[in-house]
Nanobody, 117 residues
Framework: VQLQASGGGLVQAGGSLTLTCAAS????????VGWYRQAPGKGRELVGV???????VYVDSVKGRFTISRDNAKNTVYLQMSSLKPEDTGDYYC????????????WGQGTLVTVSS
């Protein structure tokens, strides 16, 4: 099983960026997929989750700015980020958890997002 996160980079405040989480070895249609981030010197925090059976949910700090979507046919989940702020800087990770067995949890490697002021 592999989750490949990509799309990070350097962007100015107010800009936009789209991250991609491509899965292999699992069928994401049976998995809730979440995006997390870890700012320098801080712990990992949840950004949002796309469950298998309903719309995505987000933490308050990114509501209205970030959108998570999934393409089950491509086995891929996206994180569209807009109106980026310097405090959005960090390593972004995707995580998949089986809908029927939450012990089946997989993490991708991080992709770094840096927002300059």
């Amino acid at each position: 099983v592999q989750l490949q996160a990509s799309g990070g980079g350097l962007v100015q405040a107010g800009g936009s960026l789209t991250l991609t989480c491509a899965a292999s070895g699992i069928d994401i249609s049976g998995f809730n997929v979440g995006w997390y981030r870890q700012a320098p010197g801080k712990g990992r925090e949840l950004v949002g989750v796309t469950p298998t059976d309903r719309g995505a949910v987000y933490v308050d700090s990114v509501k209205g700015r970030f959108t998570i979507s999934r393409d089950n046919a491509k086995n891929t989940v996206y994180l569209q980020m807009s109106s980026l702020k310097p405090e959005d800087t960090g390593d972004y990770y995707c995580n998949s958890v089986s809908r029927v067995n939450n012990m089946m949890s997989y993490w991708g490697q991080g992709t770094l997002v840096t927002v300059s002021s």
